[in-house]
């Protein structure tokens, strides 16, 4: 091979590798927000049990989080366009930093609500701008690919945040009782949340500013630097900011068109695709699984250890089965994986629906057995398969890269806030569902919505497989 062929081959490597580094510094957010959004796992029984709390104070607790969530991706999008994505990124870090300590040492059930909010925004936040960054320096080729790494981080921080839990628990004999420096585990399993939130501070404030956000301030050598680095020799990254500059004026000049407000119940109707994508995501009860699995394999007859280890086992599950997602996103495209994680996600929840119809004993003293018990641990992490290699990553793609360039960061950051809420109802929903009716009922709404969103994908979402963020419209992805 020639000097001269192998150079800008060699050029091409370099750049792939900085948009890679880039994205993987970015998405350090969606590690936090993992581990943050399900270090109450493993805490949730002691803190129930050390301040005496009823059911459904306790899901207040746990759920209070995710409206801090829909406040902080409300905000962070609006934040991100006068601000800057990286320092936004920043205020999320301190966000995470501060309410990991003040959780750790919280005297009663109201101030830990408290931080677990303030938690919540810097969660939030992370929600909305790793995606828009991501997608903002990817090269169209790799956008998929990048954009997954959002959820590939979601997972691994879902995992360290249930096996940390089962490390500290175990080490004090249960979450309740003391560990060090007259701490309870449940505290240390809060504390331990500032080291990566330190870490994701420091990354943010070393990589670039987006190159869309620097255009369009004016700052033309720092975005031509940061597209020249990311591109490669392949794509001129002068003809890519003129690009970028012709969106920017055409936005200018349709400013009334750079809102949201429009077409369906006040909503443009890309607006209402991201929203309602967002809100099948958390609709299949996914964060069931994640928030309540310890509690609830310990009521299908499993002690605190062992359903410790089945809610890690679970978690390491969703991280493997991601990178299904990211090895097929660019090849096969967004939607047939959507539409195949949607079916698969109806048929294992309604076997789990019919599997806990079997269960003897009424809210959370229930048993399963026989076969029952093996029949509904196999469909839950059926169901972690199918979501995890479809809606798990694909929503926060398409929330990345769907919407104009005019509306993207309030578009995510509205979706992002939706996504929140709808994990907020089903949170705070499941306890008394499971005291009133059992698993079965639960599992089974869940079952319905999953079929709905195959419906939804089939006739409202468009495939964006290649299309260069420049040319996304608002017809082209929805039928709406």
């Known amino acids: 091979m020639s000097t001269a062929s ?18 993987v510094a970015a998405a350090v957010g969606g590690f936090l927000f993992g581990f943050d959004s399900s270090v109450i796992n493993g805490a949730v029984n002691a803190i129930e049990g050390q301040f005496e709390l009823d059911p459904s104070v306790t899901g207040f607790v746990v ?23 990286t320092h936004v990124m920043v205020l999320g870090s301190v966000l995470f930093f501060v309410s990991s300590i003040l959780s750790a040492i919280a005297f009663t059930a109201w101030d830990l609500a408290l931080w677990r909010f303030m938690a ?7 929600s909305v701008i790793a995606p828009a960054y991501i997608a903002e320096i990817a090269p169209a080729a790799m956008r998929g690919r990048l954009g997954s790494l959002q959820q590939l981080a979601i997972t691994v921080g879902i995992f360290a945040a249930l096996l940390s839990d089962q490390l500290l628990a175990e080490s004090a004999d249960g979450a309740a009782n003391v560990l060090w420096l007259g701490w309870e585990a449940w505290r240390w399993m809060f504390l331990v949340a500032v080291v990566p939130a330190a870490v994701y501070g420091v990354l943010a404030l070393r990589i670039p ?19 020249a680095s990311v591109l490669g020799p392949d794509e001129d990254a ?30 443009k109707p890309i607006v209402w695709v991201g929203i309602l994508l967002s809100v099948f995501q958390q609709f299949v009860g996914i964060n069931v699984i994640f928030y309540y699995s310890t509690t609830l394999w310990q009521a299908v007859g499993f002690d605190e250890s062992q359903a410790f280890l089945v809610s890690t086992i679970t978690a390491v599950t969703n991280v493997a089965v991601t990178f299904i997602a990211i090895a097929l996103i660019d090849k096969v495209g967004r939607r047939p994986l959507l539409l195949i994680g949607s079916a698969g996600m109806a048929l294992s929840l309604g076997l789990m629906a019919v599997a806990f119809t079997q ?21 839950a992490n059926a ?3 199918f979501f995890g290699a479809s809606w798990g990553p694909l929503v926060w793609v398409l929330l990345g890269e769907m919407f104009p360039n005019r509306i993207r960061a309030a578009a995510l950051g509205v979706a992002a806030a939706m996504q929140w809420i709808a994990n ?22 869940y079952a319905v919505f999953a079929a709905l969103s195959f419906v939804f994908v089939l006739t409202k979402v468009r495939e964006t497989k290649g299309v260069e963020l420049e040319d996304m419209g608002e017809e082209s992805h929805s039928r709406a």
């Open 209 to 227: 500013e987006s190159p869309r956000y620097l255009a369009s301030k004016g700052r033309d050598d720092e975005a031509r630097a940061v597209l």
């Open 63 to 85: 759920a209070i989080a995710l409206l801090g969530c829909a406040l902080g991706a409300w905000a962070g999008g609006r934040l991100a366009d006068r601000w800057g994505r």
């Open 6 to 23: 192998s150079a800008p081959q060699a050029d091409a490597r370099s750049a792939r590798r900085k948009a890679t580094a880039l994205a």
């Open 383 to 385: 169901f972690v398969v």
């Open 120 to 126: 919540g925004v810097g969660i939030g936040i992370a």
């Open 424 to 445: 907020f109802v089903i949170t705070m929903t499941f306890p008394p569902l499971l005291s009133a009716f059992g698993a079965a009922v639960p599992y089974l709404l």
């Open 238 to 267: 002068d003809d890519r900011l003129a690009q970028i500059h012709r969106s920017i004026a055409a936005d200018e000049e349709n400013a009334e068109k750079g809102t949201l407000r429009g077409g369906t119940f006040g909503l």
């Open 359 to 379: 269960a003897t004993g009424s809210g959370e003293d229930i048993s399963l057995s026989g076969p029952w018990g093996v029949i509904a641990l196999i469909c």
